[in-house]
């Protein structure tokens, strides 16, 4: 009687561990590619991009790369440009990462960090500083 093996899901939800490792492959050699300065684009060429993070479908055919240029400028233009050498970068990844099919790639601007500066922003509002300041006893004896 065959057996059936189910898949497990991970608890993080951000893929599974192949997925995971697959996708920081994927960011090491797009990093590197980025750093060494193979792309020969005028609109990268006075960008330094970073690559915080890469994930993979889970059949590893599509990495979803996320970019940021220092300091956070023209964001639209260097995805622009890493689009238009789409091609060259998917060959690049592909003889760099030993994968049985060379993943399509899609680039999207990161955004974490702008979100990071958001929640910054929030924490120091006059009304969060207020609540932040209270002093914990005094709650407590109005409980009491």
Do not use: C, W
């Not at 980025?34 to 890469?54: K, R």
């Not at 993979?56 to 300091?71: E, R």
């Not at 990462?97 to 929030?122: G, S, W, Y």
């Amino acid at each position: 009687m065959p057996r059936h093996h189910q898949k497990k899901s991970s608890a993080s939800g951000g893929g599974s561990q192949r997925q995971l490792r697959v996708g920081e492959q994927v960011r090491h050699a797009m990093a590197e590619i980025l750093a060494q300065g193979n792309v020969h684009d005028a609109d990268l060429e006075g960008h330094i991009v970073t690559v915080p993070e890469v994930r993979m479908s889970p059949d590893l055919k599509l990495a979803t790369i996320y970019v940021m240029p220092l300091g956070g400028r023209d964001t639209e233009i260097v995805i622009a440009a890493l689009e238009r050498n789409k091609k060259f970068l998917r060959g690049e990844v592909a003889r760099r990462v030993n994968l049985k099919f060379a993943p399509d790639v899609r680039f999207r601007v990161d955004e974490r960090f702008d979100e990071a500066e958001r929640i910054e922003k929030l924490l120091r509002t006059p009304a969060v500083q207020k609540d932040l300041e209270q002093d914990p006893d005094s709650d407590r004896e109005e409980e009491q």
